[in-house]
């Protein structure tokens, strides 16, 4: 059974000397943590890279699908497969905010009003079907998933790191469901789909739920300052002047496209960089490349589309905008 495995700040690449070492050291954890997660959500080998893509980034991530394909689940194994304090919100119609990050009370023993913190005081946060819940406490998540910190009566809290908040929703066309805002959507690095599994995945999902419960032989394969020390190196993954112009152009297309009336914002354009140097550290470059790019558009930047209402198309109202973006790819050329 794979167990963490404390990792000094010395093991990572700070120059190019100690680079390849640090290197090795980080793609062996990352490996590790990828055969943990595979090991309970199964035939999602791409769904879960992601996820991992998210996390070294400094993101947050919303998994949107149809109820019972292992959206909760998936939250549920990541936070796992790390030594780190983890909450599960279940977001409901009744919730209120402070529910979320906390109250500040008055305490008869030191006559003092004291704060009281709620789950979002946590390294990894599941909120499940957050869209249950109405936007008023939606908008508790805003400040804690920008700026890392709450603020509750004119008092300021910091947030653990690392700090990533896991949603999980449900199709808007699913009853008892509020859409989210622009606002939060732009807070979400990626939005990803689960998906069905295939015949042989489901059959070993079957086979695993009547042996054992797979969550629970879960164990961490890193510590919480192993993810941090990650993060920071991949603000040292190296982009060339060339790519940044190539994501730039795709952005400013978004936001001059005639059947989108909301682009890509500055916010985005930032995650779509993190997420490419993140993913070129994912796969062992201290490099990024334009597939980097490609393969991330429609993950990072489809939910922060808005398609304009003369936009008429056959497909599902989630689904347009990714359509909008392949064409806007389509049409771009990638530098040499």
Known sequence: M?????????????????????????????????????????GKDD??????????????????????????????????????????????????????IGVTVFSQQTQQFEFRPGPIFANVVLADEINR????????????????????????????????????????????????????????????RVGYPDPASEKAILRRAVESDGLDQVRPVMAAEDVLEMQRSVRRVKVDDALVDYALALVEKTR?????SLGV???????????????????????????????LVLPVLAHRCVVSARYTSTLKKSEQAEAILNEIVESTPVPL
């Open 47 to 100: 769904v879960i890279r992601l996820a991992l893509v998210t996390l070294l980034a400094r993101g947050h991530l919303l998994i949107e699908d149809v109820p019972g394909v292992g959206k909760t689940t998936l939250a549920h194994v990541l936070a796992r497969s790390f030594n780190c304090a983890f909450q599960r919100i279940q977001f409901t119609s009744d919730m209120l905010p402070s529910d979320v």
């Open 133 to 192: 819940t109405t936007p008023k406490t939606q908008s508790a998540l805003l400040e804690a998933m920008n700026e890392f910190q709450v603020t509750v009566e004119n008092s300021t809290h910091p947030l653990p790191r690392p700090f990533m908040v896991i949603a999980t929703q449900n199709p808007i066309e699913h009853h008892g469901t509020y859409p989210l805002p622009e606002s939060q959507l732009d807070r979400f690095l990626m939005r990803l």
């Open 256 to 260: 001059r496209h005639s059947d989108l």
């Open 265 to 295: 914002s500055p916010r985005g354009s930032m995650s779509f960089y993190r997420a490419a140097q993140a993913l070129a550290m994912l796969e062992g470059r201290t490099y990024t490349i334009p597939d980097d790019f490609k393969r």
């Open 2 to 42: 794979m167990t963490a495995r404390p990792v000094a700040g010395s093991q990572f690449p700070d120059t190019e000397q100690d680079g390849a070492a640090g290197g090795v050291v980080a793609a062996e954890l990352l490996a590790n943590l990828q055969q943990a997660i595979r090991s309970v959500v199964r």
